[in-house]
């Protein structure tokens, strides 16, 4: 998952890579000051031989390649066919089995003539939008559009072409019409002496509205982007091929990638990532202002981005970070996101930026009581750690001191929450594993023609030997994956929650470009993060594609999607070695595992989910819309009336009570932010249902053993 790249410990054979590299290179590279130097070729250049060379599988540069190539640049610079006409792809056709070779004679002229004429056709769009938002919309005109560009051909001629333009355009009108016309009978309801706007008004503003975002959104490609910036869209074009962690990031991007595990940061606590569908939010940071607000979830599509009460600019096309701009601000401001969410829904999302603290992505723990006993939860957002200082907190050293407080409070049993946990430090996780384990191996970790290095915890001591139960989703993806693994590979708990997890089983590294050329005359060059190993179980099985498989599957609105690594087409594969030498423990969960599954089959709030997951797959290829104003209003009657059926899922509360431990609640006469920020999160575990059937298990768990230490009074295989 392109989130958080996985640290390693410092890892002499990356090294030793790096540097032959360097040697090759500098044999080929011109080492003199050139006054015209060919920095484009140069990169092509350098991208390939670095990923020829040191990529985990490099991939064939061959024509079915350069296909693949062809076919993802211009989806990347083209999204909405909105720009290029069939005569252009007709003429860039010719170039569609040479890219490859094109790459190796350091040849641009396919990207200069798809960019020449990309910069051309979007200078003339301009002209075809403000003729059409000249004068109303017809809405009254039976009409349909169909939004799955991916599938749609390009338009044959400048006049399908304006035609595509006017029905996209009267798509967005429509959805803002019918916003603010609910809006105008929200203010009526409100104050009686309220005087409606007319429809007339409203669609005159409308229009307004969507010259102005565009206008906004072409000045910037004018004015913001350089050659550069599109030149970038082409490498990542051919990078991505490899695998979608490998990116060039340019000088710019390259200075934001290692972002510090500590600090703090203004905005809303959201990442982002690029799909072939637009912007999408891949995770929310815990304690931040999208986290708090709740209404902005992992999965939502950003469509539109606003400040404050201005009118939204459609990110269409949009680079990555230009969006991560757009929604960045300083504290106390306001930006209005328009989003999509999994059910096709569009919806307007309101959030005051504000300072993003460290502090929620740290370990916490809570106490909840069942049936008499008492259970720990400990929540890990990340597998933190300081490379800088080893003095500073990391997340082993934090978890252990949770378990340590929660065992004073004689607990009998432990739930570890990695729901949305992205990953983090290798050293940490094989380390944390270690608190629950005796000694013995965690992961193996394979580079290219290599064998299997396998790390293992070498600590006898187990800090927690009792019943543990551990919840996953499908965005705990790499270190968290590796966690659940082990502790599913050794029996030594239960693994909780979504089908399967992400499935990032690979090994990334930041490879700085400008240390191949002495006397570099061509200016910074960027850098390439690429992938250079794979992660796999002790029991020999990749974590890569199929991720961990839940002992027991929760069901969650996106079941039946396929989530995670395996939507991406150009993923590595799945595969397996020879398992490392462990052993399980003598223990059968069978039958917990079959009580939680009666309990589930028969629990109204998980049959709806599973309703509502049913019904978000269904409507996935749903891309047809109407452009008649009846016909639209009553298809989003129809999608209204069926949410609200859903809207039990979000009304379920349990009756269960969480508390913080005593230290925690000492600091919260002074800090009452915390004090705050904790009973937020109690009253979150108060809607979880999940949490409710995880703390079922982990009660069945503790019967099972009877008060034994699982790790110690359990006898082996």
């Known amino acids: 998952m392109k989130r958080i790249v996985e640290f390693m410990k410092r890892n002499y054979k990356v090294i030793l890579l790096v540097t032959a590299l360097s040697a090759i290179l500098w044999s080929f590279i011109p080492r003199e000051k050139k006054e015209d130097p060919e920095k484009d070729k140069l990169l092509l250049e350098l991208l390939s031989f670095v990923l020829e060379k040191g990529h985990y599988s490099p991939v064939e540069l061959n024509d079915d390649f350069s296909k693949k190539v062809y076919s993802k640049y211009l989806n990347n610079i083209d999204p909405t066919k909105r720009f290029f006409l069939q005569s252009d792809i007709d003429e860039f056709s010719k170039y569609e089995t040479q890219i490859d070779d094109m790459i190796k004679n350091k040849d641009l002229t396919f990207f200069n003539l798809t960019n020449a004429r990309l910069l051309k056709r979007m200078k003339e769009s301009r002209e075809i939008y403000e003729s059409i938002l000249e004068k109303p919309f017809d809405f009254n005109a039976k009409e349909r559009i169909n939004v799955d560009y991916e599938k749609l051909p390009f338009s044959k001629n400048k006049s399908e072409l304006v035609d595509r333009w006017r029905k996209q355009l009267k798509l967005s009108a429509l959805s803002s019409i019918t916003d603010k016309q609910k809006l105008e009978e929200d203010k009526k309801k409100d104050d009686a002496n309220y005087k409606v706007k007319s429809f007339e008004t409203i669609e005159k503003e409308a229009r307004e509205n969507s010259l102005k975002s565009l206008n906004e959104y072409f000045d910037f490609i004018e004015k913001e982007l350089e050659r550069d910036d599109w030149f970038a869209i082409f490498l990542n074009s051919i990078v991505e091929r490899f695998d979608p962690h490998t990116f060039y990031f340019s000088p710019d991007d390259k200075e934001k990638f290692d972002v510090s595990m500590s600090g703090t940061f203004q905005g809303i606590g959201a990442r982002l990532q690029k799909k072939e569908s637009g912007v999408e939010v891949s995770e929310l940071i815990s304690g931040g202002p999208a986290w708090r607000g709740k209404e902005l979830e992992a999965g939502d599509l950003i469509l539109k981005v606003g400040q404050g009460k201005e009118e939204p600019l459609d990110i269409a096309g949009m680079r990555l970070d230009d969006v ?254 020879a398992p490392a030498k462990y052993q399980p423990l003598n223990i059968n969960y069978d039958n917990v595992i079959a009580n939680s599954k009666r309990r589930i089959a028969s629990n109204p709030t998980f049959n709806l989910i599973d309703e509502n997951a049913k019904w978000i797959f269904e409507r996935k290829d749903e891309n047809d819309f109407s452009l008649n104003l009846n016909e639209f209003n009553r298809e989003i009657e129809t999608t209204d009336a069926k949410i609200k059926k859903f809207k039990a899922i979000t009304d379920y509360k349990n009756n269960f009570v969480f508390t913080s431990l005593p230290d925690e609640v000492a600091l919260f006469e002074k800090d009452t932010l915390l004090k705050q920020k904790r009973e937020r999160w109690h009253e979150d575990m108060q809607k979880d249902i999940y949490i409710e059937e995880t703390l079922n298990v982990i009660s069945d768990m503790k019967l099972l053993t009877k008060g034994k230490g699982l790790t110690q009074k359990l006898s082996l295989n």
């Open 324 to 577: 991560v701009k757009k929604i960045k601000g300083p504290k106390g401001t306001e930006v209005r996101l328009t989003v999509k969410k999994v059910d096709g829904t569009i919806k307007v999302i309101t959030i005051i930026r504000d300072e993003v603290e460290t502090e929620e992505t740290f370990a916490k723990s809570s106490i909840v009581e069942k049936d008499g006993k008492k259970f720990g939860i400990i929540y890990l957002p990340k597998f933190y750690i300081s490379f800088e200082n080893k003095e500073n907190r990391d997340a082993f050293k934090d978890v252990a001191a949770e378990i340590e407080k929660l065992k004073a409070q004689n607990i009998d049993g432990l739930i570890m929450d990695l729901r949305d946990n992205g990953g983090g430090s290798l050293e940490t996780v094989v380390k944390m594993v270690g608190l629950f384990i005796p000694e013995g191996p965690v992961v193996q970790v394979k580079a290219p023609k290599k064998n299997p290095e396998i790390l293992p915890d070498p600590d006898k001591r187990v800090q927690y030997d009792g019943p543990l139960v551990v919840m996953i989703n499908n965005f705990s993806a790499s270190a968290s994956e590796i966690f659940a693994a082990a502790i599913q590979d050794y029996k030594r708990g239960i693994v909780v929650g979504s089908k399967h997890s992400y499935g990032k089983g690979t090994v990334q590294n930041m490879i700085d470009l400008n240390q191949f050329i002495r006397g570099n005359s061509y200016g910074d060059l960027g850098a390439l993060k690429t992938t250079i190993q794979k992660f796999y179980r002790i029991n020999g099985g990749s974590t890569q594609r199929e991720g961990v498989k839940s002992d027991i599957v929760f069901p969650d609105r996106f079941a039946y999607l396929d989530m995670g690594e395996r939507d991406e087409e150009s993923a590595l594969p799945w595969d397996k070695i």
